[in-house]
């Protein structure tokens, strides 16, 4: 999720903590009240941080998750994907995506511009 719309869908994070919670996940960190924030990341070339929206840990293993909703800018929520993914693969550790009824063909058609066909977003509705 941008920036932007973070505020807006406050909502639909707090859902998605929840959804990871029930499924086993510790050390939640979300960009929201009430948690710790995740760590961000100032990209070199633009100077812009980037904030993955949960991080959390499964079995010893690291998970970034981002939310995917309908946005006004495409393109940066793109950009966010790819440096978390790459940022994720560098550091072995996991990127997810969770998406929510009524953005799954958005979410699917980003993923796919993207050439991140093989990622299978989390499913929430």
């Known amino acids: 999720m941008v920036k932007t719309e ?6 639909l994070l707090k859902q998605s ?27 070199k070339r633009t100077g812009n941080p980037v904030t993955p929206d949960i991080t959390a840990t499964k079995d010893g293993l690291k998970y970034v998750f981002d939310l995917s909703l309908k946005s006004e800018a ?14 994720s693969r560098m550091r ?6 969770i998406t929510f009824k ?12 993207l050439n991140l066909g093989n990622k299978e977003p989390i499913k929430i509705t």
């Open 6 to 11: 973070k505020e807006q869908h406050q909502d």
């Open 17 to 43: 903590v929840q959804h990871l919670e029930s499924r086993g996940f510790i050390d939640i960190k979300a960009d929201m009240e009430g948690f710790e924030s995740p760590k961000s990341f100032i990209v």
């Open 74 to 87: 495409p393109t940066l929520l793109k950009s966010k994907w790819l440096f978390l993914d790459t940022l």
């Open 92 to 97: 072995s550790n996991r990127f997810r995506i």
């Open 102 to 113: 009524g953005h799954y063909k958005f979410t699917d058609s980003l993923l796919a511009e």
